[in-house]
C-alpha cells in the first residue's frame, strides 16, 4: 500500500496556479506529462528533441531498480564540460531520472513498471528537486512533495522472485546525498560517469559534436577521466571496487561531502591508504562499527566496518544511509573480493 500526504495536494495546486506561465520548465507541475519531456506513450519514454538520454559508468545501486536517465536542455544552451567536478548545467535544465523494474529482468520483452520520476531542474538560485510518483496504469506520475512507500514486486535476472517496500524520498532526503560544500549538487553527471561508449560511440565526443556539450579545445576522450563498469568480469578486484565506491559512495565521502567528518574518503582521486579506510579507526564508535575496530582490514573483509554497513539493512547502521532497503549482493561480493587480496 501507498502511503501519502494528499493534504498537501491542494495546497502545491495552489502554488502551480500563480506560476508565470512563460516559466514552462522552471514552473513545477501537478504531472510529469505536462513538461511534454517525452513523445506519445509517456510510459514508452521516448524523448522530444531537446531531452538527451545518457548513461553512466558505475551506476548508484538502488535496490536493483533499473533506471532511464534524460538531461532537457533549452533551445541554444549547453552543458559546460569539467574534468574534476559535475557538469555544470545551464537555467532551464532538467535532469530526469525515471526507475523502474522490469516484470522479469530475465525476459525484459515482458515488460516493465516505472515507480518513480525525480526531476532537478536548475533555476536561478540553484537546483530544485521534484518527485512524481506513477500511477498504476502507467498514464502518468503526479507530484508527491512528501515523498512515498510503494510495494514493489518481480522476478530478478536469476528468476527469483523479490518484493518489498520501496521508498520514494521526500525533498528534504534529496538533500541529504546531493550535496558539496553545503550546495544541492547533480549525482552521476561527472567526465568519470559520462565518458562511456555506447553502441560504439563516445557519449561524450558525440554530445560535443551535435553542440550539447562545451569542451576544451584540446578534449579528447581517451584521456578523460573514466570510471570501469563495476561488475565487468575483465577487470581487476581494485578497479572493480574503487569505481564502485566512486559511484555509490563517495558524493558524501568526500572532503567536501556531508560525511566528510568520517575521514573516509572514497572518491577515485583518494590514494592515502589510511584515508580510504584502511587500517582506519571510526571517527566515532557505536554500534555502527559493529565491534569492529578499522573501515577495512587488509585481507579480512569479515573484520571491517565498510562490508559490516554494507551489509546491514538496519536503518541506523547501513550505507549509504538513504536510497536504499535491501543489500547489494554483487556490490558487497566485489569489495569483500577486493579487501580479501589486499597485502
Not at 54 to 61: C, G, H, T
Not at 106 to 114: M, N, P, Y
Amino acid at each position: 500500500m501507498r502511503k501519502s500526504h494528499l493534504f498537501f495536494i491542494p495546497f502545491v495546486a495552489l502554488l502551480l496556479a500563480l506560476s508565470p506561465k512563460d516559466e514552462i520548465i522552471l514552473a513545477p507541475k501537478m504531472h510529469l506529462s505536462e513538461y511534454g519531456f517525452f513523445n506519445g506513450n509517456i510510459a514508452d519514454l521516448k524523448p522530444i528533441e531537446r531531452v538527451l538520454p545518457y548513461e553512466v559508468n558505475a551506476p548508484l545501486f538502488s535496490d536493483y531498480a533499473e533506471k532511464a536517465r534524460f538531461i532537457y536542455l533549452p533551445e541554444g544552451k549547453m552543458l559546460q564540460y569539467d574534468a574534476n567536478r559535475a557538469f555544470s548545467f545551464p537555467v532551464g535544465a532538467v535532469i530526469i531520472k525515471n526507475f523502474f523494474y522490469y516484470n522479469d529482468a530475465s525476459k525484459i520483452d515482458q515488460g516493465r513498471k516505472i515507480i518513480e520520476t525525480r526531476l532537478l531542474i536548475k533555476e536561478e538560485k540553484g537546483w530544485k528537486a521534484l518527485e512524481y510518483i506513477w500511477n498504476n496504469e502507467q498514464t502518468d506520475a503526479h507530484l508527491e512533495v512528501t515523498g512515498a512507500t510503494l510495494a514493489v514486486e518481480w522476478m530478478d535476472k536469476n528468476h527469483k522472485k523479490r518484493k518489498f517496500e520501496y521508498i520514494a524520498p521526500n525533498q528534504n532526503q534529496c538533500k541529504g546525498c546531493h550535496s558539496f560544500d553545503g550546495q544541492f549538487t547533480p549525482l552521476g553527471t561527472t567526465a568519470r560517469q559520462l565518458n562511456k561508449e555506447i553502441d560504439g560511440v563516445n557519449q561524450l565526443a558525440q554530445w560535443a559534436k551535435s553542440g550539447w556539450l562545451q569542451v576544451p579545445d584540446d578534449f579528447n576522450p581517451e584521456k578523460a577521466p573514466k570510471l570501469a563498469n563495476y561488475l565487468a568480469k575483465e577487470i581487476s578486484a581494485e578497479v572493480a571496487a574503487r569505481s564502485y565506491l566512486e559511484g555509490n559512495c563517495s558524493h558524501c565521502h568526500n572532503p567536501n561531502g556531508p560525511a566528510s567528518t568520517s575521514g573516509m574518503f572514497l572518491g577515485m582521486e583518494e590514494n592515502n591508504p589510511e584515508r580510504l579506510g584502511i587500517g582506519k579507526p571510526p571517527v566515532a564508535a557505536g554500534r555502527g562499527s559493529g565491534d569492529r575496530k578499522y573501515g577495512i582490514v587488509p585481507g579480512k573483509p569479515e573484520q571491517s566496518i565498510l562490508v559490516y554497513r554494507m551489509e546491514s539493512n538496519d536503518p541506523g547502521i547501513r550505507m549509504p544511509e538513504l536510497g536504499r532497503q535491501t543489500a547489494h549482493e554483487e556490490g558487497i561480493a566485489l569489495i569483500k573480493n577486493w579487501i580479501s587480496q589486499m597485502k
